[in-house]
């Protein structure tokens, strides 16, 4: 435990990436971040009723927790992850109950491990990868999404739901944020047309299941044994309730 210049407790977090996808001026490319204990104020954070309609309150806690000096809008989504466990940990402990088809579940926390990273695919400081789509052979780089992405993605949903409340476009949404390039191709235009045009749904599959597999991250399944004996593997859920399985919210 390291004692900081505001004399909060704090632990040092490990990020999945290592650092390695961000630049080398970012404060980030240490690969670990600084973070204080939840107090009082955090609790106030999470039950803040604003925050929590406008679905802002992880982030505004978190951002709270967070010494280092950092743009949290460019954190990675997988490193979000691991600071949102430590979040949990370092306000409530490692013990975590939740309910399953019925059946109480007990996960010790402090056990999640980060995803094995295969640093082969990283080229120094760069978030973007290549793959070829199975089905059409297309070319194409995607990137991981950044906190920054993700606000822009639900910024754009919104408007979408406002134009047609029956609008159900979140995965091709994505996929225009994920995407930056087609046949070595950047401009935008060309990549929004893809989606919604050439995007076949067995490549966008593909796809998804490659990112899933060597994106830096937590590893959330647990393995679990039923009231039959049987084993079974679920995601660990994540939600306001993560941090406060009491609270009445």
């Known amino acids: 435990m390291e004692q900081t210049k505001n004399q909060f407790p704090s632990e040092e977090v490990t990020l999945p990436s290592k650092g390695l996808l961000y630049p080398k001026d970012s404060s980030l490319r240490k690969g ?3 973070m204080k204990y939840m107090t009082a104020r955090e609790e106030d954070i999470l039950t803040n009723t604003n925050l929590i309609e406008n679905g802002t309150v992880i982030d505004k806690l978190l951002q709270s927790l967070i010494l280092t000096d950092i743009n949290y809008n460019d954190l990675l989504i997988g490193d979000k ?3 949102l466990i430590a979040a949990r940990v370092l306000g409530y402990g490692s013990d975590y ?3 399953y088809n019925g059946e109480e579940i007990n996960v010790d926390l402090s056990s999640i491990k980060d995803k094995n990273l295969d640093e082969t695919l990283i080229t120094d400081g760069k978030n973007e990868f290549i793959f070829t789509l199975p089905t059409t ?3 194409i780089t995607f990137k991981f999404l950044t906190q920054g992405d993700e606000s822009k993605i639900t910024a754009e949903l919104k408007g979408l739901k406002k134009i047609n409340k029956n609008s159900s476009a979140e995965l091709s949404t994505r996929m225009k944020y994920i995407i930056t390039s087609v046949d ?3 401009d935008q235009k060309t990549i929004r047309d893809f989606v919604d045009k050439q995007f076949l749904a067995r490549d966008a599959r593909e796809l998804r299941k490659y990112i899933k597999k060597i994106q830096p991250d937590v590893d959330l399944t647990h ?3 039923d009231r039959k004996g049987n084993m079974k593997e679920i995601s660990i859920p994540v939600g ?3 941090f406060w399985p009491d609270a009445s919210i």
């Open 32 to 34: 670990v971040i600084e």
């Open 137 to 139: 052979k297309t070319l």
């Open 81 to 83: 992850n691991a600071i």
């Open 184 to 186: 070595n191709n950047t």
């Open 223 to 225: 393995n679990y044994e």
């Open 240 to 242: 306001i309730n993560f």
């Open 97 to 99: 109950k939740f309910m």
